[in-house]
């Protein structure tokens, strides 16, 4: 969502040879490269964090620019800058829009300590250093750099709620650490509506913030704790002018010895000269400060033993899959499921309270709740992921925070795109819906499934969000009443189709059969002369001028073109293959899409458009679908020569590896799936469409147990193609795989070979789900 153009022309290499395959030895945790994203436009952030982590603890290498300035910052570093401004603990993993940057901490040595961070391109002008990336080294849940300009080694990691700082200062010289409350992404002035400071007798250091940034109103409190004690403090308002009259923290406390209140806080604390490296604890809440600092209280021990218990965590969780693959696949692989292993975020505290999107204090029970929801992004492939590589659990909880997030919003729907507990109205679609469908359809249970589909239907029918009162009337959004109407009509038509398939599971056939029939809806903007979706006007004529390659946002489709949406109906393919005429017509204009020649085509005004092979963009999401659809039109060889140029051109084990926004895992996901063999085109059909695998061996230990294993025979740059397949030993002549084969256990194993056999998968009762076939899904 929201990218910037970029044009990946270089190519992945990454050799299959049998006699180059790097073994177990290097465990999966070792395998992982946090750089790579953080170049280029994947907007990763290369700090430390744990699974699913509160606290996202990393550096910041540039805060101050202006909003359209800052797309390239959007997760706080980029690889190619060349000063460290300061560690901040909050940030978003791939997004295209950013906010965040909480609490920046920035170490100083000697007689003075600047209070701004000064121009990158003259050093010592301010607080910020510069540092060589010799220096730094990045695993899951550590992070390390020598800040050069002041000859401190920085050191990171994280707990579930906490951050911890590891500070080596250099041997003499005054040791202080610089805390600037002022800093943020995408920041602005007049972004931090109010914050505070207060220095507690027992030495805690606790504060809030405010903020008005793209969650308005967003609140966030800190306690931070010290492996040594204060010798010295001030705290700094930099802008006293006027007074804030809203939300005002909390009152003086009686064990303060020192606070502060204000628009620009920044706080010096001063240590004195160190015999050992400075170690600084901090917890953050959405709650209050005093239950920061009982989530630094739930998180005990130092440094070293945070790092153990998280490296631990990790060690865990990327154990789900085991890979058996040459070096760079590996690693590439390995990165991309530990960025899938990021989001949705924790947002509740250790005893279970929240604030959310009410901006009230809850409490979770009997789960743990959880926020930053990129759900237009996340929908396809990252949470159908998460039911595989995560226990239960995880997508339990999942599932009952948008319920909660549901029961407490002024307006009574699921989440658009919500973060901190708070809604951003980012994008469009009621995409939670086929979240929760598809955990449902999957036999995950532990939620209120009838609570859940009540707020399914209710974000389903909620007439003023985004021209749904007139998609409910017409059959259509107008692209005269409403903009990106294209986009919109068939996205709430495929939400639809899952709500409807939910409905039908648990017997509400009422539901299910209203929903049914609006989850045809797309056939009504297509416009089956020319072979494209369209926006269509009140009057029901489709609007013109009409070009098929343009891009602009605001107008008919969201982040893309009719090239991109005219697939999107992933509910129903075989209706689309209908329209266009059949099978050769269908292959015919796919083929068009990969090949056509954008030369001519200037896409830089548009945020998010990367990553081009001809028109299809595997930079954004309404293309992730696009290869697997050869299988359905009865030719998957054609999509295994597809797969084989977007994995061989989109992703590479370097800083500047993802040709777009890892879109908080979406990316990533999608190069999981992929190279495992399939992929899920449609969330809520049980089934995975199969294309070819990349890896030679993998293991997924499902959730319960299980294992199912994926062998590819023969695998090599010249064997591109899928010979045969079987299913525990069994031929599979169908181009999909059910979701309860999967979790069932056992060998899906792929004989590979340098020609298509272009038999394999093509009659119709191989082919995969669509809802205009006799042929229900399993």
């Not at 802008?239 to 909390?250: H, M, R, T």
């Not at 951003?424 to 249970?445: C, E, F, Q, S």
Request: charged fraction near 20%; hydrophobic fraction near 40%.
């Amino acid at each position: 969502m929201r990218r910037s153009l970029r044009l990946l022309s270089a190519v992945i290499v990454l050799p299959l040879a049998t006699a180059a395959l790097a073994q177990s030895v290097v465990p999966p945790i070792e395998a992982v490269d946090p750089m790579i994203g953080t170049g280029g436009e994947g907007h990763t952030f290369p700090g430390a964090t744990a699974p699913f982590g509160m606290v996202q603890l990393s550096p910041d290498t540039d805060t101050g620019c202006e909003i359209r300035a800052c797309y390239g910052h959007a997760a706080g570093y980029r690889y190619e800058d060349p000063t460290i401004q300061g560690f901040s603990h909050t940030h978003f993993s791939g997004a295209g829009h950013s906010d965040l940057g909480d609490v920046l901490v920035m170490p100083q040595a000697g007689d003075t300590v600047p209070l701004d961070p000064g121009d990158p391109a003259k050093p010592g002008s301010g607080y910020r250093s510069r540092f060589d990336h010799a220096s730094e080294m990045a695993h899951p849940g550590y992070y390390a750099v020598t800040l050069a300009d002041h000859g401190i080694r920085a050191e990171l990691t994280a707990g579930k709620r906490i951050g911890v700082h590891r500070y080596a200062f250099p041997a003499g010289r005054a040791a202080h650490l610089l805390i600037d409350l002022r800093s943020s992404l995408y920041n602005y002035p007049g972004k931090v509506l109010w914050s505070g400071l207060h220095l507690r007798s027992d030495g805690t250091l606790t504060g809030f913030r405010e903020t008005r940034g793209w969650a308005p109103g967003r609140k966030l409190f800190f306690a931070m704790r010290f492996s040594a004690p204060l010798v010295g403090h001030r705290f700094v308002d930099r802008d006293a002018a006027v007074a804030y009259k809203g939300f005002q923290g909390p009152g003086r406390s009686s064990n303060a010895v020192a606070e502060k209140l204000g628009r620009a806080l920044e706080a010096q604390l001063d240590f004195g000269t160190l015999a050992t490296p400075l170690e600084v604890r901090v917890a953050l809440s959405g709650v209050d400060e005093t239950a920061a600092v009982a989530n630094l209280d739930a998180e005990p021990g130092g440094f070293d033993a945070v790092r153990a218990k998280t490296a631990a965590a990790w060690t865990q969780a990327l154990g789900a899959l085991e890979i058996t693959a040459p070096a760079p696949m590996r690693r590439t692989v390995y990165t991309a499921l530990y960025h899938a292993l990021l989001a949705p975020s924790i947002w509740s505290d250790a005893d279970g309270r929240y604030r959310g999107p009410d901006d009230q204090v809850h409490a979770a029970d009997g789960f743990t709740f959880r926020s930053t929801f990129s759900l237009w992004d996340t929908f396809r492939a990252e949470h159908p992921l998460l039911t595989l590589v995560q226990p239960a659990e995880t997508t339990r909880d999942v599932v009952r925070s948008l319920i909660e997030s549901r029961r407490y919003s002024p307006y009574g729907i699921l989440p658009v795109w919500q973060f901190a507990g708070r809604e951003t109205w980012t994008m469009i679609g009621y995409h939670a819906a086929p979240v929760i469908a598809d955990a449902y359809l999957k036999g995950i249970r532990g939620f209120d499934a009838d609570a859940a589909l009540d707020a399914m239907v209710a974000s389903a029918s909620y007439a003023p969000y985004g021209g749904l009162g007139d998609y409910m009337a017409r059959g259509y959004v107008p692209i005269d009443k409403e903009p990106e109407a294209a986009s919109k009509t068939v996205e709430y038509a495929y939400d639809d189709w899952t709500i409807a398939r939910m409905a039908r599971a648990m017997g509400r056939t009422e539901i299910a059969d209203r929903f049914e029939k609006r989850a045809g809806n797309w056939r009504n903007s297509f416009d089956a002369k020319t072979g494209w979706l369209r926006a269509r006007l009140s009057t029901g004529a489709f609007r013109t001028p009409f070009d098929p390659t343009a891009i602009n946002y605001g107008s008919d489709y969201t982040e893309g073109n009719a090239w991109q949406y005219s697939w999107f109906m992933p509910q129903d393919q075989a209706g689309l293959i209908r329209l266009l005429g059949g099978d050769r017509p269908t292959i015919a204009k796919l083929d068009r899409m990969f090949d056509f020649d954008t030369s001519k085509l200037d896409y830089s005004h548009a945020e998010d458009i990367a990553g081009l092979i001809g028109q299809y963009i595997h930079g954004n999401e309404p293309s992730h679908h696009v290869a697997y659809l050869y299988a359905y039109a009865g030719a998957p060889w054609r999509t295994q020569e597809r797969l084989a140029e977007i994995v061989g051109s989109q992703y590479k084990p370097t800083p500047d590896g993802l040709a777009g926004n890892d879109d908080l895992g979406q990316m990533s996901a999608w190069l999981v799936f992929t190279t495992l063999g399939f992929y899920p085109v449609a969330p809520g059909s049980n089934q995975y469409v199969i294309g070819r695998p990349f890896v030679d061996r993998a293991v997924l230990n499902l959730p319960g147990g299980k294992r199912f294993t994926v062998v590819a025979d023969g695998l090599s740059p010249a064997n591109r193609y899928v010979g045969r397949v079987t299913l525990n030993g069994v031929a599979l002549t169908r181009s999909y795989l059910r979701d309860e084969e999967l979790r069932a256990g056992g060998e899906l194993r792929f004989t590979m070979a340098a020609r298509p056999n272009t038999r394999w998968g093509r009659s119709a009762r191989a082919r995969p789900y669509s809802m205009s076939t006799e042929r229900a899904p399993r």
